[in-house]
């Protein structure tokens, strides 16, 4: 009689094995699934409020016209516009400093016109401070109103001749020098040896103007007559 073949006991190392391989949950019920949060979208930047960028833009309209006046040498003008913009528009601080440097610009020039030169001596000073300091428009300025006022003033003319020579204006220089000479001769001596008409040197007309003039023949002297004894 055959005999029957008992089954083969499974074996529990695979089912062990697929017990260990899954996650262990908690018993009882779940909490949902929190969903992940999406990134905020980029925001651009905001733009600046209405009224301060309307501000800014009358501040500087205003500003503009100061720095005109000023370049027009209207120097009261230009302050009144200048000083507005600090007190009509305190916010503006970038534009604040700006403000004052021009301030103080036509603070100076108003001061310097206030102290300008009434006199000829005065202007004849203010003249040669201002060759020396290399300023020879403004000298020029100077010595123009003495000559207006005093045309034979033969120092201001061989000044204008030292200002326009440095200036490289040899015509203007020649000119107000033979002046200076046929007024004072000794400005021909003066003129030799002055390093300030150094840029004339090899002018034609400057080196005609400082030729002595030829002595003039005396006049035959007459024969004094006397009278007669009577």
Known sequence: MAKQRRPAPRSTKSTTQAQS????????????????????PHEPPRPEPPHRRS???????????????????????????????????????????????????????????????????????????????GQYEQAIAHLRLVRDEDPDNDH????????????????????HLERAIALNPENRALARSDPDLEPLRDDDAFRSALEAPPMPRPAPRRPIKTRSAR
Request: net charge negative; with cysteine; aromatic share 6%.
């Open 21 to 40: 391989s899954r996650p262990n949950r908690p018993s009882g019920p779940q909490p949902p699934a929190i969903p992940e949060r999406p990134a905020p």
């Open 55 to 133: 501000t800014y833009i009358e501040a500087v309209a205003i500003y503009e016209r100061g720095v005109e006046a000023l370049q027009r040498h209207e120097y009261g003008e230009a302050a009144s516009l200048l000083e507005s913009v600090l007190k009509l528009y305190p916010e503006e601080k970038e534009l604040h400093e700006r403000v004052r440097l021009y301030l103080n610009v036509c603070e100076r020039q108003a001061t310097h016109r206030e102290a300008a030169p009434q006199t000829i001596d005065e202007r004849l000073y203010a003249a040669t401070l201002a060759i020396n300091g």
């Open 156 to 175: 201001a003319l061989y000044m204008l001749a030292v200002a326009h020579a440095q200036r490289d204006e040899h015509a203007e220089a020649v000119a």
